[in-house]
Structure formats: C-alpha cells, structure tokens
C-alpha cells in the first residue's frame, strides 16, 4: 500500500483549553496554540490522519515533518510501519534533529490507515485488552485550595471518579490544595502533578510524605525529568509511587528510567513518544518489568482519540488522562468523552473513528505544505 503524499495543514485552534490559559502558570502564548493536521494518503485511497504539536506554534512541527520525515516515507509502504518507525529514527540521527513530538503524527496516521484497510476500529486491531477503560479528569493549574475543591466536585457531577491535580508548585500550598480535596471527597482517587521543576529533593520528600497520609495513587514529575539521581532518591525514600518519564519521553529513554531505579510509573502517549508503536514498545517494555505505564493526555483532539486506543490495548494503565473541565476539543466532531459509569467507550467507526472538523480547520487555516 504504497504512500503517494503527505499533506501538512497549519491551523490556529480557536478556542483556548483551560490548560493552555491558566492563573497560576505562565503557559500562555501570543496567540493560541495551533494544530498540525497530517494527513496520509495511498495509492489505495485510504487516507490515514494525525494532529501534530503546536503549542507556542506549528509551524516548526509542521517544517520537520516536511523537510526531515516526508522525504523517508513517500513510495513506501504504509503497512510498513515497524521500518517506517526505525527509518524515521535513523534519519533524526543522521541531521535530522527533531524533536520528541515531530514522529508521532506520521505514525498515528499509519495505524490508521492500516486498521482502515482492515475495517476494523484501531483498537481492535491492535489487540485489544478491553473495550472501555477509566479516566480521570486532569485539572487545570488554579491558585487556592477552594478552587481545586470546587473543580473536583464539579468532576465527581460529571461522572470521573478520579481526579488529578496540577497544583501551584509550592509545597505548603500544594499540600493544602491537595489535603482540602482529600478532606472534600474522601473515596475519590487522587493524584498531583506539579509538573516538574518546582521541588528540590527535600521539598519533593516534604510532599510525597504528605501526600502519603493522604491516600494519593501517585506523585508525578516532582522533579524534572532529567533528574536520574533525584528521581532514583525519592523512589527509594518514599511509599508513594513516583510517576516520571514524561518529558524524556522517546522510548529509548524509558529504559534508562527502569535500569536506574528512578520511576516507578511510566509515562507514555501517542503524541510524544513516536506515535502508537513507540507508546506500545514503551508499555510493553513497563509490563516486562512489573511496571504501569499510564497514557498521557496530548492536549490534541484526535490524538487523546488515538491514546484511547492505546490504552485498550493494554494491560497496564489504569486510568486514560482527560483535560479538564473543557477537554481536548478542536479540529474533530467526535472528541473523547467521559460516560456517567467514570468509563470511556470507544465509537464503531474504523481506523480511529475520527470525524475530523475540515470547517473548523479550513477556516482558521496558516499554510499547508
């Protein structure tokens, strides 16, 4: 199934989501984030879809794609997607220089297509482990203690059981937050995410020791990622376990996280981590060792799609991430949604079953390459 052309759309999203514009981080750009579609087509017709990473701007996503791995996939064949995979890592190797987030569009868009030719939903034709799976609502980034409370009982109305969340990133108040949502709704499972940086080691073992008390399911990226040695301390000095990964998020890297003792969690997602077959590796590689591999929310409409997929796939993720309260919307009609059992349920169509907004994406379209 030959690949006849790779065609790259640039567009702005138009409505922010609550974790592209929140008070207590500086996340916020001039202008909102873009998405990069990429579309796969065949020699057969069949076309396979993705959404490149554009926050703080597509066009450097878009370029890479263009100029680094367009040229290494057109004339092959799409049903190829292991060489694909490793030839796309050669040529980043060889100049190429890209970053983690660049690959994993094409990919998505492979799995696509080939579940398409096999008409069958794309979890299906991965194998899959079950038909629904569990989220939680991921929160935005708030300033008090109350508003993280309110927020969390707005998920409970909503139908998540769990909640996560992204605190201010100073420890007193991030114990506050997270000890005020506990006090609130004491059988919901609860997880924090200071999104690294923010902790020393000491500040790091201050909070995990609280969040212990606490019943947390997990602490993540208290540190940054990059942080080996730290990480590896506060796996062995604290009961929680410690979710890491994230950012280093290529699949040769996991391993070194396992070899070091400096996670407990894995992280993994379609988006970041080489597309579907470099999230599989990674939560293949996890289940090897004993370890969960949770799914990361890409914050990209059709690839939280795609994460669902994967994480039905799977044995070893308990929960699928959702931003919350406004979700990962633009670009496709039928975005990933919570049902009132705390589930999520995959639709009937083939491939990915994406409906994708083509007015939406038209009509706020940059350039297309």
């Known amino acids: ?4 052309d790779i065609e790259i759309t640039v567009s702005k999203v138009k409505d922010l989501g609550d974790l592209d514009d929140s008070p207590a981080k500086d996340t916020t750009t001039a202008s ?3 998405i990069v579609l990429v579309v796969v087509h065949t020699e057969e017709g069949i076309d396979g879809y993705g959404f490149g990473w554009g926050t703080k701007g597509g ?22 997607r292991e060489y694909l995979w490793q030839k796309a890592h050669y040529a980043d190797r060889l100049g190429g220089n890209t970053a983690f987030t660049s690959y994993g569009p094409l990919d998505v868009a492979l799995w696509d297509i080939a579940a398409k030719s096999a008409q069958m939903p794309l979890y299906k034709y991965l194998g899959y482990y079950r038909s629904s799976v569990p989220a939680y609502a991921s929160s935005t980034f708030l300033n008090e203690p109350k508003e993280y409370v309110e927020l969390a009982k707005q998920a409970t109305e909503d139908g998540f059981k769990a909640f996560k969340l992204h605190p201010p990133g100073i420890p007193d108040l991030d114990i506050e937050c997270c000890r005020a949502v506990r006090e609130a709704l004491p059988n919901m499972v609860l ?15 201050k909070v995990g020791r609280a969040l212990e008390k606490l019943d947390f399911l997990w602490l993540e990226e208290p540190i940054y990622d990059h942080d080996i040695h730290g990480l590896n301390k506060l796996c062995s000095t ?4 410690i979710l890491a990964s994230e950012w280093n998020s290529d699949f040769f890297s996991k391993a070194n996280y396992i070899q070091s003792g400096a996670a407990d969690i894995l992280r993994a997602d379609v988006s970041w981590t080489g597309g579907i077959t470099g999230a599989l590796k990674t939560a293949h590689l996890a289940e090897a060792f004993g370890m969960n591999c949770e799914i990361h929310m890409t914050l990209l409409s059709l690839m939280d799609l795609a994460n669902l997929h994967l994480a039905l796939a799977i044995k070893n993720c308990s929960y699928l991430e959702i931003p919350y309260p406004s979700g990962s919307t ?9 049902n009132s059992d705390g589930l999520v349920y ?6 990915l079953g994406v409906e994708l907004d083509m007015e939406a994406i038209e009509s706020s379209k940059i350039l297309t390459l």
Do not use: Q, W
């Open 59 to 80: 066009l450097r996503t878009a370029h890479t794609i263009a100029e680094v791995f367009r040229p290494e996939l057109i004339n092959e064949d799409a049903l190829a």
């Open 238 to 241: 604290l009961d929680i376990p």
């Open 1 to 4: 199934m030959k690949i006849t």
């Open 32 to 34: 909102s984030p873009d």
């Open 191 to 205: 997880m924090s995410d200071p999104v690294g940086g923010h902790y020393s080691h000491e500040e790091a073992i």
């Open 346 to 351: 995959p639709g009937d169509g083939i491939g």
């Open 330 to 338: 633009f670009g496709i009609k039928n975005p990933v949604k919570i």
